[in-house]
């Protein structure tokens, strides 16, 4: 049979794809690189500024406000960066100021010089994640970007925690020398995550590699379509996509409630309340480490055959019976089903942290113009940013002031809130954002099956 005008010989369609992959592959192994890095550094950030520094807990908490405010700076301008010369550029700086502001912050002694550091390494980090989430679905397929972002999600999990383990192995509070140490690991990790993707040649793009085409919002904002006019780039075209609206808000409030609690309300709660040790946290650390890693590819399977709608409410419904078992372990506390109770919060927020990773990004991919991925991987990292520097407000203070029971039924009543919006999000997501069809593999006259265009629904 004749093949379609324009349409790639099989031979260079798989070229391309093999090209893909590989740099997919070298994207993936940088950021894990890097992230290894980082598993150094997160769990001693704040006892390095209020203790090791002698800056105090005051200090220690503006470094994370600082965090924030870098990215409230950073990610706007790295979203039109992209937008107009390319993730990988926008990536090598990005990684490339990030390790100069963690070396810069390993050295630091005073207050201003160590809240200066935090703003350039927080506008590094925050620069890194819309480049890196562009490189994969760039170089990905709509068939494999749920994958992409899986496997992602993973190695920078399983990175983090053994550069944890590592770090744990070597910081030492009384010897300011051991976290300077630690942050110069990070800071070369960085530059490894720069030269190794700085270096790859991104692959031309092909049939349903990326977002292609302009949205139905970006035409009536911008007007592109048959005068050949793109739509701008500004913020107003985001804001008339009320999909994208919509998985901004939704996507704040999981943050909020999970990531943002992970490592502040939920550990004071465990220690201040409950009464967990140290070395039990650290082992609570560990099993939600090992459930990421252990079910990623199990639910990516799951998940494949799913709405990502039906998915993220799900999410909801694992991290409501973790605030269930963190009520249950503050009603006995002190005891072993206390201990058990808190394991089983971190082991259940990893297998809500899996099944949210094949969902996010990929909705965000298929809701983005071609023209405006970058900005829309901006914004989205910026939700999470605000929503992450938000929570450990919310949740150190209501424990903090003898309002523990407050602080489950608030943190509870979020994650209803994300199974219900995480339901009506259906309205506004096509079938296909929201995998929501079926391509069948049908067999025709030519040599190869292809895939037909017969749709189906999905649960």
């Known amino acids: 049979m004749t093949r379609a005008l324009g349409q790639p010989k099989p031979e260079q369609k798989n070229q391309q794809y093999g090209t893909a992959g590989g740099t997919l592959r070298r994207v993936q192994i940088g950021n894990a690189l890097s992230a290894f890095g980082s598993g150094f550094t ?13 800056l105090g807990s005051m200090t220690a908490w503006l470094v994370f406000t600082l965090f924030a405010l870098a990215a409230l700076v950073a990610l706007p301008l790295a979203g039109r960066g992209i937008d107009r010369y390319g993730a990988r550029p926008v990536l090598v700086v990005g990684a490339v100021t990030a390790a100069a502001g963690a070396l810069s912050f390993g050295h630091a002694t005073g207050g201003g010089h160590i809240l200066m550091s935090a703003f350039l390494f927080g506008a590094g980090v925050a620069t890194v994640q819309p480049a890196l989430a562009t490189m994969i679905v760039r170089c990905s397929t709509r068939e494999t970007r749920a994958h992409a972002f899986a496997l992602q999600f993973t190695l920078v999990n399983l990175g983090m925690g053994i550069g944890a383990l590592i770090g744990g192995q070597i910081v030492d509070v009384n010897r300011p020398g ?6 110069s690991v990070e800071a070369v990790m960085f530059l490894v ?12 793009p092909v049939a349903g590699a990326a977002v292609s085409g302009v949205s139905a919002v970006a035409e009536r904002a911008g007007g592109a379509g048959a005068a050949g006019v793109r739509p701008r780039s500004d913020l107003r075209t ?28 939920v550990a004071a709660y465990a220690t201040d309340v409950v009464g967990t040790s140290p070395s039990v946290l650290g082992l609570a650390l560990g099993m939600n480490t090992l459930a990421i890693v252990a079910l990623q590819m199990i639910v990516v399977r799951i998940t494949a055959r799913r709405r990502r709608s039906t998915a993220i409410a799900a999410t909801g419904v ?13 009603l006995v506390s002190g005891g072993t089903v206390a201990t058990a109770a808190m394991l089983s919060v971190y082991m259940l927020f990893g297998v809500g942290e899996a099944l949210l990773a094949p969902t996010l990004g990929p909705i965000i991919a298929d809701l983005a113009p071609a023209h405006l991925l970058g900005s829309y991987n901006a914004a989205f990292s910026l939700v999470k940013q605000v929503a992450i520097a938000m929570g450990p ?20 009543g979020a994650t209803v809130l994300i199974v219900v919006l995480a339901l009506r999000l259906r309205t506004q997501l096509s079938a296909a954002q929201d995998n929501a069809v079926r391509r069948t593999r049908v067999v025709t006259a030519s040599v190869e099956p292809r895939l037909a265009g017969e749709l189906r629904p999905a649960a």
């Open 238 to 265: 985001l804001l008339a996509d009320k999909a994208m609206v919509r998985i901004c808000l939704l996507a704040g409030l999981i943050f909020f409630t999970c990531y943002g609690q992970f490592e502040s309300g």
């Open 193 to 204: 995550l720069a030269a190794v993707t700085g270096t790859i040649r991104m692959p031309a």
């Open 42 to 54: 997160v769990p001693y950030m704040f006892v390095y500024v209020s203790t090791v520094r002698g």
């Open 178 to 183: 051991s976290l300077t140490l630690l942050f």
């Open 393 to 412: 407000a919310a949740g150190v203070l209501l424990v903090g002031a003898g309002l523990p029971a407050a602080y489950i039924v608030v943190m509870a």
């Open 318 to 330: 694992v991290w409501l019976g973790a605030w269930a078992a963190a009520a249950v372990a503050g």
